[in-house]
């Protein structure tokens, strides 16, 4: 997906997003109260991307929860770097949550006039330099990592409607990706 996005390649984001409406048979596997909730995103392919990182999360033995009270419309010109930010955020804290003792991941979207929020959080133990948190190669899992979230930095450098709030307190880590609506 990174490197379509890139490049702006229109037929290979279509075929993706025609691979992630093909896994909507297997919301079976999901738990009911999930799924209710996923009808909530009137988003296809942010509806299919949850559903994928949900059935991955559960395959790292990670608890994924998702918190949506209402109907969440994301229409944006830069959905592909939305998605794109969303699934790097959600990978790195089911990546962390396999590290820690309560092996949960909370994810919630809420919507109100001209703003919507994605908040992710996690239990990160090991995470105590918020500053050096996104610098291109700061990593708790490792050498060779790092990269994910200096490209969700930059990603949102280069978008005008894209922000980007990180908290560390009480061992969670909390981040808030808000999404304005375009001028």
């Known amino acids: 997906m990174e490197s379509f996005a890139e490049k702006g390649d229109q037929q290979q984001f279509k075929a993706y997003y025609q691979e992630l409406l093909a896994q909507r048979p297997i919301q079976s596997e999901i738990q009911g109260a999930v799924i209710a909730q996923l009808d909530y995103l009137k988003n296809d392919p942010i509806r299919g991307l949850v559903i994928q990182k949900f059935l991955a999360a559960k395959q790292a033995g990670v608890t994924l929860k998702f918190e ?5 419309e994301l229409q944006t010109a830069n959905l592909l770097t939305v998605i794109r930010i969303i699934g790097i955020l959600l990978d ?3 990546e962390q949550a396999v590290q820690e003792t309560d092996k949960l991941v909370s994810c919630a979207f809420l919507q109100s006039e001209g703003l919507i929020e994605i908040t992710i959080e996690n239990t990160a133990s090991q995470v105590k330099d918020i500053q050096a948190f996104s610098a291109l190669g700061y990593s708790t899992k490792g050498a060779g990592r790092g990269t994910g979230l200096a490209n969700v930095q930059d990603l949102i450098a280069k978008q005008t409607n894209l922000f980007l709030e990180t908290q560390i307190e009480n061992r969670k880590l909390r981040q ?8």
């Open 68 to 72: 949506m009270t209402e109907p969440i």
């Open 92 to 94: 790195n804290a089911i």
């Open 176 to 183: 808030t990706l808000m999404i304005t609506e375009e001028t």
